[in-house]
């Protein structure tokens, strides 16, 4: 059957299935009616006790809204509205009653169709004809190809090494979804096209060179860094890219108010499919679920305020705390807009080390700390939010040198032992006081002032053998491979306020993909931010734990009502007593 065929007989069905109010002469309660050209579908006339009925049965409606109530069209909007109207019977014309019909059999149609997608018993009918033949999807890779052709629109958050890069590929490894465009993090640009798109498939690819557009080839697939997307909005508007992939989409996680989010919105708006990858999209608080998702399906969890409204406990310009992580990642996967496999192998060993706070070390910044601590607490508006940025740059990077010595002792002890590890920090003076402490041990750096081409070299002297000690930012290797064919230890020598950060740090040796489990350690300093930063860690760690494994037993509910910079602010005025 054609797709043509196929939309006149689900139009067919929805008219057969619309009711006619002539025909049922039912009482109403107000209008209905859908708005095409906001995508949007508007009650108005609804009479009070049914509105209070509306309210709690959509918690997207403030609860002190009055007169008209909005919802964003969509399947599952149509699916729910029809429900509604149902027992709550609205004026609706013709048109629009047929319009819910289509929606919620569309809705029914590829639920149905994805649940037995997601049984386990399930087996592919083909392969991508462009997959290499030597080259197999695995049934994670294979459902996620399914459901992603099906709707449109996907966030693969399966664990870091369970091929979330060639599932993303293979889904696009149609006529309908090509060329792709793929946005990447900077330094695996080349790894995409060589690693990934040249060693599994037959598609033809270009990494884009600069931000300033220019003629391209005419190729299948088109790899752009994230910092170059922006200059290339014009032509996506165009519509020539037929899928979107964001890489390590955390990287929008601050939604459209950046040049990052925007240039991706255009992406995402002018394809035929968007699909996000990341085994940790949620790097600090839950919400930022909300911006990621709204990019790759724009009002798939309403409107930000009725998101707010219907998940949030908290929310502030800049964060959004989630009531209830778990049933927020139920209800994604009850969307069918996140798919997430969680791979074997043993559990990791975690070790935390406990090591002292150099005050002589930190001395040189812990008065200019502590009058920044004092505007935290009492300055102006303007002066509070300004010397907590300061304040909160000056605590981490004072606790980073503060241990920098003890974490280089630490880890000459692993080195003597001949054991390779990833050193994680995160500030160029931290890095010059590892640097010159492990100097016998010809350290090398992946941070993020390096070139692409000194990572590569980096790389490839760690997996070569011509050092055991790979000093990488904490943000910097995210999307990297093959470190796990040398490395089996990191050592988390600076911490940062998001656990997720971490996570993709340890998930470059692939703990998910190897028999023998990997050795993480903490070192923990005992004063400056340390023991704060790692208290705000469990709150956001069950957020994002909540959210993306929402089955997840034992996830511990941490609570704090105070910011993480007015804890650090608390903390050094107590210091200073």
Not at 98 to 126: M, N
Not at 412 to 422: F, G, H, M, R, W
Request: proline share 4%.
């Amino acid at each position: 059957m054609t797709m043509h065929h196929a939309a006149d007989d689900l139009l067919a069905a929805a008219a057969a299935l619309a009711w006619r109010d002539e025909a049922a002469g039912l009482r109403t309660y107000g209008k209905l009616a859908h708005v095409a050209e906001a995508c949007r579908w508007v009650i108005t006339d609804l009479e009070p006790q049914v509105a209070i009925r509306a309210k709690r049965i959509f918690p997207r409606i403030s609860a002190t809204q009055v007169g008209s109530y909005t919802f964003v069209d969509g399947d599952e909007t149509r699916s729910e509205l029809e429900w509604f109207i149902e027992r709550y019977p609205l004026v609706v014309t013709p048109a629009d009653r047929a319009l819910l019909a289509e929606g919620r059999i569309r809705f029914e149609q590829i639920r149905s169709e994805i649940d037995r997608v997601l049984t386990t018993g399930w087996q592919p009918s083909g392969r991508p004809a462009m997959l290499r033949p030597n080259k197999a999807l695995r049934p994670n890779q294979a459902r996620a190809v399914e459901v992603a052709r099906r709707t449109g629109r996907l966030l693969i958050a399966d664990d870091v090494g369970m091929g979330k890069t060639l599932a993303a590929i293979a889904a696009a490894m149609d006529e309908r979804f090509l060329p792709m465009a793929i946005c990447c993090e900077a330094h695996v640009a080349e790894q995409w096209q060589k690693e990934f798109i040249g060693e599994f498939t037959t598609l033809s690819s270009h990494v884009i060179q600069s931000t300033k557009p220019y003629p391209l080839p005419s190729v299948d697939c088109y790899v752009f860094r994230y910092s170059n997307q922006w200059g290339w909005v014009d032509i996506a508007a165009t519509g020539m890219f037929k899928t979107a992939i964001f890489d390590e989409v955390q990287n929008l996680r601050h939604g459209r108010g950046t040049q990052k989010g925007e240039a991706a919105s255009v992406f995402a708006n002018h394809a035929a499919m968007r699909i996000g990858l990341s085994a940790t999209p949620v790097y600090g608080y839950g919400g930022e679920i909300f911006n990621i998702l709204d990019i790759i399906d724009p009002g798939i969890l309403g409107a930000r305020d009725e998101f707010i409204r219907e998940w949030c406990k908290y929310a502030d310009d800049k964060k959004l705390i989630i009531e209830n992580p778990q049933a927020l990642g139920a209800h994604l996967r009850d969307l069918n807009i996140m798919v997430r496999e969680v791979g074997g192998g043993p559990p990791p060993n975690r070790i935390v080390v406990d090591v002292p706070y150099d005050d002589e070390a930190a001395a040189a910044d812990e008065q200019l700390a502590r009058t920044l601590a004092l505007k935290v607490m009492s300055g102006s508006f303007t002066e509070r939010g300004q010397a907590a940025r300061e304040l909160d740059m000056m605590a981490r990077h004072t606790t980073g040198v503060a241990k920098a010595r003890h974490v280089a002792a630490y880890v000459k002890i692993l080195l003597d032992a001949k054991t390779p590890i990833i050193l994680g920090g995160w500030h160029r003076d931290v890095y010059d006081i590892w640097l010159k402490e492990l100097a016998d041990y010809n350290p090398m750096l992946y941070t993020g002032s390096e070139t692409a081409l000194q990572k590569s070299a980096a790389k490839r002297a760690f997996m070569q053998g011509e050092t055991d000690c790979i000093i990488m930012s904490l943000r910097s290797g995210a999307g990297l491979d093959g470190l796990q064919h040398r490395c089996a230890t990191v050592v988390h020598g600076e911490l940062d306020w998001s656990r997720e950060v971490h996570k993709q740090l340890a998930g470059r040796l692939r703990p998910h993909a190897r028999t023998d489990p990997i050795t993480e350690i903490f070192i923990v300093a005992d004063g400056g931010s340390d023991p704060v930063i790692a208290s705000v860690q469990g709150l956001k760690a069950s957020q994002a734990r909540g959210i993306i494994d929402p089955k997840a037993a034992g996830l511990e509910q941490v609570h704090t009502d105070e910011s993480r910079i007015k804890a650090l602010a608390k903390m050094y005025l107590e210091k200073g007593k």
